[in-house]
């Protein structure tokens, strides 16, 4: 480990894990105690209505294939939720969204299954500027179920050099939504797992 990564991975320190979750004292002293999943910003690009599909990709489209999945789960950070509603919207690699097509372009909802799976194959989306700085390369999600509250969030991907500067991805509550992108074969395509925790309404 250089001095680098040593810094890097001394910055949050595992206190514990459990089957409720991971306790984790951030940088800052203050400790992240349970497994919800926090919220982020809709951001102006939400669309109502988006196909219930879980291929995001079409021929011809650009950017490397991502497979993401995971499941949602209840408050007490076990019990899966079947029929959880997960919507997923982003950019293309241009960092454009599709506002107005009635293709919907990288947006999509699914439902989870008996075990409260879900997957996406979507594109790797790239960035676009927001002000004077680039957001980092993000997806957003909007997570409904019954008797659980909404989620709306972001996930973001280690690595990205934009993270650290962005108001929203840069806070302590994003920590655990700063994402591994894992090689999902020798072709280039990448995989991705985000594990959904929603709150008791
Ligand atoms: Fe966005």
Redesign the pocket.
Known sequence: MNRKEFLLKSSISVFGVSTIGTIIQQADGTFNGDCETTNDIL?P?YRADAPMRSDLTTEGLKGARIFLQGKVLQSDCQTPISNALVEIW??NTEGE?DNDSPDFNQRARILTDSEGNYQFKTILPGK?MNGTLY?PA?I?YRVSAKNSKELIS?IYFKGDPHIEKDPWASKPKAQLRILDLIPADTNGNLSLNFDIYLKDI
Do not use: N, P, V
Request: aromatic content about 30%; glycine content about 10%.
């Open positions: 951001g690009f982003h950019c969204y676009y957001r993000h957003h972001q």
